[in-house]
């Protein structure tokens, strides 16, 4: 990736293949913005903020888990959810939707996907932003579909 030589990083990327002249264009684009920051001469390291020493270990990460706890009523749901007899990519789902998982327009301009707010409408009214509220509960395109679904039609 690089080597320092008289005090200076140099930058040396390592191709499987040749550059298009698209990804070469690129590559100068990055190494304009990565020339601009200083690199100090200090060598790095990780530390892994959830344990005293700085060091990871999986117990670190169980305490670091079980201590975040869940509201009582929504760790009740989310039990019977687990112990569900319906199929597992059911469960999967259901879980992801009651901790807002589920990749709506919201979450993905949250993640950085979309660029823009307004790329966060919803896909099927375009009326509000798609969280998941809005997407399965009320969304007027949503709520004829579970109305047809209540009704047997």
Known sequence: MGLREHGQWLWDFRWKRELSVFEFGLLQDLLLVVTQFPLSGME???VWTLDPTGNYSVKSAYLAIT?????????????RVW???APSKVI?????????RVPTRQNLLRRRVFREASMSFCA???DFVESVD???ITCDCISKFWYNIASGG
Do not use: I, M, R, Y
């Open 134 to 136: 809005h997407l399965f």
């Open 92 to 100: 999967v789902f259901s879980w992801q939707l009651l901790q807002d």
């Open 44 to 46: 790095g390291s990780w």
């Open 83 to 85: 112990k569900s007899w």
């Open 67 to 79: 201590s975040v706890e869940a509201a009582p009523e929504q760790n009740s749901l989310l039990t």
């Open 124 to 126: 099927l009214c375009g």
